[in-house]
Nanobody, 125 residues
Framework: QVQLVESGGGSVQAGGSLRLSCENS????????LGWFRQAPGKEREWIAT???????TYVEGVKGRFTISHDNAKNTVYLQMNSLKPEDTAMYYC???????????????????WGQGTQVTVSS
């Protein structure tokens, strides 16, 4: 049973950094695709980044160079390092996972089977 638990959210000032973590405490597979999404109040859910089991990572244009997705296989944890945060990064952040197959790019939320509960990130100006 896959269970994703996020942590690391909080409140920071613009220009600050946060590292989000998402631990899977359940079963895994050697083939996987792990992603981060976010949703701000009144807005659609937005894909941010994806990493797959061959180590390929992709990002939405607006976070390239500021955010880094990584995965620790030993800890079954995916991270999102967020630097140079901006007020527009304020949102609830969710991790997502699909196991047993690759995802085609990772931006489509429908590709993921499992979702975390979310962690709030608030960036003040």
């Amino acid at each position: 049973q896959v269970q994703l638990v996020e942590s690391g959210g909080g409140s920071v000032q613009a220009g600050g950094s946060l590292r989000l973590s998402c631990e899977n405490s359940g079963a895994i597979d050697i083939t996987y695709c792990l992603g981060w999404f976010r949703q701000a109040p009144g807005k659609e859910r937005e894909w941010i980044a994806t990493i797959n089991s061959v180590g390929t990572s992709t990002y939405v244009e607006g976070v390239k160079g500021r955010f880094t997705i990584s995965h620790d296989n030993a800890k079954n944890t995916v991270y999102l390092q967020m630097n140079s945060l901006k007020p527009e990064d304020t949102a609830m952040y969710y991790c997502a996972a699909v196991y047993g197959r690759y995802c085609s790019g990772g931006a489509d939320a429908n590709e993921y089977n499992y979702w975390g509960q979310g962690t709030q990130v608030t960036v003040s100006s």
